[in-house]
């Protein structure tokens, strides 16, 4: 989510900007699962409000996603056909860790810290990655009844990206705790409101436009015809703004430790006012995605 990810992600780079180590905190085999190793030297990073993650060698380890079977199931089939869209799964340390493999390049978790991060080209190569993880999952046994897979959490805070000539572009998603079954315009109109300024202030036309370039480039980057809903857009983009800062109060409600951090960071209040604000314009910015 933007604005304060409710998840830290599962890869960084050695030039990493958002998750830089922060001390060390023990001592693990850097690339064998559950044994220890007195030389390697555990590195915090920073960017997550939920999931304590290290750095250890060439592997990066976090807490376990409440559904570590189906993360793990969906990174070992996206590795074994050649999605490249992913860090690794590896399995478990001794601490019960889930492990994952080291992607090289920068995650940007300060909040609009860059505009190159947001720019065309890098909307582009994001619609091609989204692309190529729900071509990988439709029909797949991890889809079931559903369309695809969907990644469900993309942001900023969530993309590895490295440099290139036209700018930072994404090269990687991480962060898959919420993966589940879902419909592709799901991760197109996430994508959409975290990539874009929404809320008091932003432009609706941009927003529309955004969207619009992420549906050009979805469509456009797979081998077969595709058409996204876009007359649907708007609309799921609205629900997932809804379900969001919703889902932040429950969670506080329950007593939930980083859903009251969220709260008493303002999040559920600031996501609700771009709820609003989007429902006021909801017409503007549907006519600039068409």
Partial sequence: MRGGSPGAGGATGPEDEGRQPTGATGRVDPTVTG???????????????????????????????????????????????????????????????????????????????DPAYFADPALTRLAELLRRLHDACAGSPLAGDAETV????????NTVYRDSPAGPLPVALIDWDLAAPGRRVEDVAFAAWHWAATGPGADPVELGRRARLLCDSYEAAGTGSL??????????????IDGTWRGIAAGAERGDAAMCRLRDAGIADTVRRWHDWLGERRPVVAAALR
């Fill in 35 to 113: 044994r220890v190793d007195p030389t390697a030297t555990e590195e915090r990073l920073r960017g997550g409000f939920i999931a304590e993650v290290v750095r250890v060698g060439d592997t990066v380890r976090r807490t376990p996603p409440q559904n570590a079977g189906f993360v793990a199931a969906l990174l070992r089939h996206l590795e074994r056909v050649g999605a490249d869209v992913a860090p690794r799964h590896l399995g478990t340390d001794e601490r019960g860790r889930q492990v994952l493999s080291h992607v090289d390049g920068r995650v940007p978790w300060r909040d609009r810290e």
């Fill in 150 to 157: 969907c990644h469900r959490d993309l942001s900023p805070k």
């Fill in 227 to 240: 058409a996204l809903p876009r007359a649907e857009l708007v609309d799921v983009m609205l629900a997932q």
